[in-house]
Every structure is written in C-alpha cells, then in structure tokens.
C-alpha cells in the first residue's frame, strides 16, 4: 500500500491536472460521468456526476453540478462566470455556490466562492476566496449556535492544455485546492488531469482523474483519495 | 547571470531536502519519510499489548488536567519547562498531556526530554504526562526517535477517582492530516466498548483540528473534509464530551452540540501568546481556563 501511494503521489506530481473538462466553450451542453471514487475514509465509492453548461450570451456562462455516489456523500453547485475578452485571452469572474451533502454524516458543507481567472488557449489560472458554512442536521432552526463559520479560505487553480481551446481533443493537467463538487481548504492540493475527445459536432467524451493527498503541508504527504471518471456530454 | 540563478536553485533545492541543513523536509511534501500511520499503528499496537493502556489513580474526586500543544522545542525550552513546574506543583493534577509538535525539527529530542528528568516531581503525587506525534514529530523520518522517548501515539488512558469513577482519554495519530482505516477502526470499537463502561467524562485528544473558523490561513492544514465530518458523526455518536487538539497555534473553541472541540494555543517560546490549558475534571461537564505564559 506504502509503494502504491508513493506511486500514486509521484505520478501526481508528475501529471499535475485538472478537472474542468472543457465540453462546451460557446454552445449549450449537458454531460454525464461515471466514477470509481476511493479514500480511505469511505473506501472504494462510485459516482454519479450530472452537469450542465449554459453560455448565456458572449459575456456570461453558467454550469451546474450535480454529483451522488454510494458513499451518501452528495453534492451539488452552480457557478455563475460574467467574461471579458482582453487582446490575449479571456478574463472571467468566477462566482460557485457549492452544497456538499455529507448525509451519512449529517452535514451540509455549504460553501461560497468568488474570484478572478485568466485563460487563453493553453493556459488557465483562477485566484479568489471562499467562505464555509457547516451545517449540521438535521437543524434546528430556533438555535443558530451550531452552525460553523470557516470566513475565508483563499482558492486556487492553475491549468495547462496541451491543444488549444478549439482543438477536437485536448489533455489539461491542473493544480487547485477545488473541483466542481468541493471546494477544500488552502493547504489541501488536489491534482487532476482531463481529457476530452469530440466525436462529431454534438458528442464528446470524457475521461478524468484525480488525486488528493493529505498531509502535503505536514511535510509528511501520504496518499488520502483518488478518483477516475469516464463519460460523455453532449453540445446542442 | 542564468547560469548562476540555476546553480542557486539548484543549491537551494539540495539544501532543502538534507536534514542536516534545513528544518523542513521539502521531499515529505510529495512522500513523507516516517513510517505511514498504519506502520506507526503496528508500533502503537505492540507496546499497547506488552505494556497495556495506562490507568492513572486520582486522589479526589475532581482533579485538573493540563494540557499544552505545540512547544516545537529546538534550541531554548522556556514556556516548556515553565509549564513542567506548573503541572508538577499542583497536587490535584495526577496528569498532563502534550499534543504533538513536541519538537520542531531533528535532533533535539533529547533537550526536549532533559527537563523532564531535571525538574523534580513531586513524590506526593501521580506524574504522569502522556503525548502524541505530531507533523514537527515525524518528518524527516523522526518516528522512530518518537517510538523511543514516547513508546505509542494510539492508545487510551483512564483516569480513576476514589470513588471507582473512570474518565477515559483517547489519544489518536493524526501527524499527517488524516487518521487512516486501520486507526479509525479501532476508535470506532474502543468508543464501542467505553458506551458499556460507563465512563464519566469521554475525551478525544489528538494533533490536527477540525476547523479553522479565524482568518489565521496561516500555515497549518486541516484534515481533509470527508474525515473532518466522518470523525465529528462518530465522535458525537458516542457522546465524546470534547475534542482537544493543537496544530493551528491559535486558540479556537468550536461548539459541535453535544461536543466541544478546542485548539490550543501553542507554547513554543517564540510564539506572542503561547498558552496551555487546565481542565477541571469533576461530577459536572468538564470545565476549563487557559494559562497565558509569560
């Protein structure tokens, strides 16, 4: 298990990824993505990961989220991007609401999340901040006591492409503390790496992985979870 | 010029990974060289079995508990042996505990531990001081040096008054961010057993918190979200009273309902406001105060 995990984290390193997968830059698009999910919390889980994404005019898009796995940690997020082009690139304004559902454990990890990004066609790079709220339920509604405010958390993420934005198939591999169903604290880097492949006008398939280790900023990393997803979107 | 920045960072990056030269273990970032928490609980385990889990008698019905975090001892040990004579002069502390961090870096086990032998106790009292590992305690490969000086970081110890009342605490590894399947499940069965046992007062001491609800982003990690909320659902399921833990270096009280979780401040000598606290363990819910050093 040791050698798996110095394995698992070398290649993390190595391949640092991402996983905002890229099914639609200017047209609608739906998608779907199975997964095997571990950690050593949970153990091994699947996922179930339902998305859309909405281009609503040349200076504003929206995504939305939705993720259930067996482990009956669920969670669901809606990200708001207004965009501006620049002569290089695109600035965008990212602003998430995310609800992670920890029903096994009764918690609803509430998070908000606004910052600013810069992306070209090999190149994205996201810096903002977020605030936490932890719900625990079921709540009672006459005593605000027990819910846990975490006020600011800085998050980040930086991605690279191989192909640019309008290629039919492109690898990203990103660094970020956040993915489209968590949004972690500073010190808790998870590494991704996406791949997309446009079969025609319409369909797109996806395969993605993940890997989040723990400890990095103990000085003493040690492999906590991975996961690997595969699925497709369709662009309308 | 660009020749000379490679070198530099070439220097730098070589100086960074030798214990000899640095205190922080910049390759542990990527695999961390101590032995991995299941290992470390392989060790624990054995000289739980051999040696079997501390009971520690109190002489009164309510006694204190001191506790400190994060003394990171390197070349000065003031606020630890300051917080040595206080915990050994109070007659009614049969126990203190340190939550890992005990050094900062390599090579000062053995000045960490001088005091401890130097400063004398008091024979008219129980002197007992128990620990865990923290990060400080097992990057560049340490664990061994821990096992020596501290013999176990997962392991339970009770608390007897006279009257056969029994206050247990549990002490977990969580020296790289996380506890493991092999230690939670452990917890997981001796939480079980203490529901029959009818313990007074249930106690969870460990090195990394929970939250971090001030803006002190600063540059301690938590453990990862997912054993954040599994460990709180299991913690509260077997009505652990509270949580102690350091890490942070700053003081945070978080009410969790049934359960209260505290940071405490840390009590290194170059820290502003370093602190330990005293709990007062007795019939009703577990009171406490904090102790600035001075």
């Known amino acids: 298990m040791k050698k798996l995990s110095t394995l698992i984290l070398l290649l993390a390193a190595m391949l640092p990824a ?8 200017n047209q609608y698009a739906v998608r779907m993505n199975i997964g095997y999910l571990h950690n050593t919390t949970y153990g091994s889980h699947a996922g179930f990961d339902f998305g859309a994404f909405m281009p609503i005019n040349e200076h504003f898009e929206m995504q939305a989220d939705l993720r259930f796995t067996t482990a009956n940690a669920h969670a669901f997020g809606v990200q708001l991007r207004p965009k501006f082009a620049v002569p290089v690139g695109e600035m965008f304004i990212d602003a998430r ?72 198939w492109n690898i990203s591999f990103c660094i970020s503390n956040m ?30 992985a993940l890997c989040k280790p723990t400890g990095m900023f103990h000085l003493n990393a040690k492999y906590y979870a991975a996961e690997v997803r595969a699925g497709f979107a369709y662009n309308f | ?19 000899e030269t640095t205190n922080l273990d910049i390759v542990g970032m990527f695999s ?27 002489t009164a019905e309510e006694y204190k508990v001191y506790v400190c975090t994060d003394t990171h001892v390197d070349f000065t040990r003031k606020n630890w042996e300051q917080f040595i004579h206080a915990y050994r002069a109070d007659l009614a502390c049969p126990l203190a505990l340190h939550l890992g961090d005990l050094i900062n870096a390599q090579r000062h086990w053995d000045y960490m531990k001088r005091p401890l032998d130097s400063i004398p106790a008091n024979p008219l009292k129980n002197d007992t001081l128990l620990a865990v590992a923290g990060n400080h305690d097992l990057y560049f490969n340490q664990w061994s040096e821990y096992l020596r000086l501290w013999k176990t970081s997962t392991y339970y110890a009770i608390v007897r008054t006279p009257a056969g009342k029994q206050d247990l605490y549990i002490f977990l590894d969580s020296g790289e961010g996380f506890l493991g399947q092999r230690q939670t499940e452990w917890l997981k069965q001796t939480l079980g057993w203490a529901d029959n046992q009818g313990f ?25 979200l997912e054993e954040t909320y599994a460990l709180i659902h299991l913690l509260k399921q077997h009505k652990v009273e509270m949580f102690w833990c350091g890490h942070d ?30 709990a007062t363990m007795d019939d009703d819910p577990i009171a406490y105060r904090f102790v600035d050093v001075k």
């Open chain 2, 200 to 224: 007074r007062h249930i106690v969870v001491c460990t090195h990394t918190h929970l939250f971090k609800r001030d803006t002190s982003q600063g540059h301690t990690s938590n453990m990862p």
């Open chain 1, 97 to 168: 609401l995310l609800s992670g559902l920890y029903e096994k454990d009764g918690f609803n990890d509430l998070v908000q999340a606004i910052g600013v990004g810069y992306r070209m066609d090999y190149v994205s790079v996201q810096l903002g901040m977020s605030t936490r709220l932890v719900i625990p339920y079921p709540y009672d509604w006459h005593d605000g006591s027990n819910i846990i405010v975490e006020p600011f958390n800085l998050c980040y993420r930086v991605e690279a492409f191989v192909r640019p934005q309008t290629s039919p």
């Open chain 2, 32 to 58: 961390g060289s101590s032995a991995g928490i299941d290992e470390r609980i392989d060790d624990s385990f054995r000289y739980n079995d051999e040696h079997g889990m501390p009971v520690i008698n109190a």
């Open chain 2, 249 to 278: 270096h700053s003081r945070e009280i978080t009410n969790l309902g049934t359960m209260t979780s505290i940071i405490i401040d840390a009590l290194e000598d170059p820290e502003k406001h370093p602190a330990y606290l005293i």
């Open chain 1, 18 to 25: 991402m996983a905002q997968v890229q099914y639609g830059t």
């Open chain 1, 179 to 208: 993915t489209d169903y968590q949004i972690e604290r500073l010190w808790q880097l998870i590494f991704m790496a996406n791949g997309r492949y446009n079969i025609d006008e319409h369909w797109q398939v996806n395969l993605s």
């Open chain 2, 1 to 19: 010029m660009k020749k000379t920045i490679i070198l530099s960072a070439i220097v730098a990056l070589l100086c960074g990974c030798n214990p």
